[in-house]
């Protein structure tokens, strides 16, 4: 925990001039999520999601099974009406023309896989604020500053929680 929520406040510093929030994702030490996302968020930076059951977060295998993004969007409305839920949906998105696809379904977040800078900031222009934007995929200390000035409102690091290494904490008794 005490290298997670150091590593998380070295994230969030480096993009608290803008709007971005630092988000984890589930990739978690098995039995110690709870934990692992407290530890995220005492560094500074927010939880996602906790599971797979507090969100639909359709990606590409599932779009590909649906045959399309608004067919797995209307798949999503499909059982939120039948089970009387209202989860968020976020769609995953690979190219600027899925961008536009996501839009129309109306869902509530639209994630950028592994887009480049120059393809984020004309899908955040696109968008225009009808949904809320994720960057996901390629994000590191060295590139989550730039990402975070396209103007996405989260920015998703798996590294906060699967990569780092706890603090060396020691106690020394000197005479």
């Given at each position: 925990m005490?290298?997670?929520?150091?590593?998380?406040?070295?994230?969030?510093e480096?993009?608290?001039?803008?709007?971005?929030?630092?988000?984890d994702?589930?990739?978690?030490?098995?039995g110690?999520?709870?934990?692992?996302?407290?530890?995220v968020k005492?560094?500074?930076?927010?939880?996602?999601?906790i599971?797979?059951?507090?969100?639909?977060l359709?990606?590409?295998n599932?779009?590909?099974?649906?045959?399309?993004?608004?067919?797995?969007?209307e798949?999503c409305i499909?059982?939120?009406?039948?089970?009387?839920t209202?989860?968020m949906?976020?769609?995953e998105t690979k190219?600027l023309?899925?961008?536009e696809?996501?839009?129309?379904?109306?869902?509530?977040?639209?994630?950028?896989?592994?887009?480049?800078?120059?393809?984020?900031?004309?899908?955040?222009?696109?968008i225009n604020?009808r949904?809320?934007?994720e960057?996901?995929g390629?994000v590191?200390?060295?590139?989550i500053?730039?990402?975070?000035?396209?103007?996405?409102?989260?920015?998703?690091?798996g590294?906060?929680t699967?990569?780092?290494k706890a603090?060396d904490?020691?106690?020394?008794?000197?005479i």
């Amino acid at each position: 925990m005490s290298g997670i929520a150091t590593s998380s406040n070295i994230y969030s510093e480096k993009v608290k001039h803008t709007k971005a929030k630092v988000i984890d994702t589930r990739k978690t030490v098995p039995g110690l999520r709870m934990l692992d996302k407290m530890a995220v968020k005492l560094g500074g930076c927010e939880n996602h999601r906790i599971g797979l059951y507090d969100m639909f977060l359709i990606k590409d295998n599932h779009i590909e099974v649906a045959g399309s993004i608004t067919k797995a969007v209307e798949a999503c409305i499909k059982y939120q009406k039948k089970h009387h839920t209202k989860f968020m949906i976020e769609v995953e998105t690979k190219n600027l023309n899925e961008v536009e696809e996501a839009i129309k379904t109306k869902a509530d977040i639209i994630m950028l896989d592994n887009f480049e800078l120059d393809q984020m900031k004309k899908a955040v222009h696109l968008i225009n604020g009808r949904c809320k934007v994720e960057a996901s995929g390629g994000v590191n200390l060295e590139t989550i500053k730039e990402i975070a000035e396209t103007g996405v409102d989260y920015i998703s690091v798996g590294a906060l929680t699967h990569s780092v290494k706890a603090l060396d904490i020691s106690l020394e008794i000197t005479i």
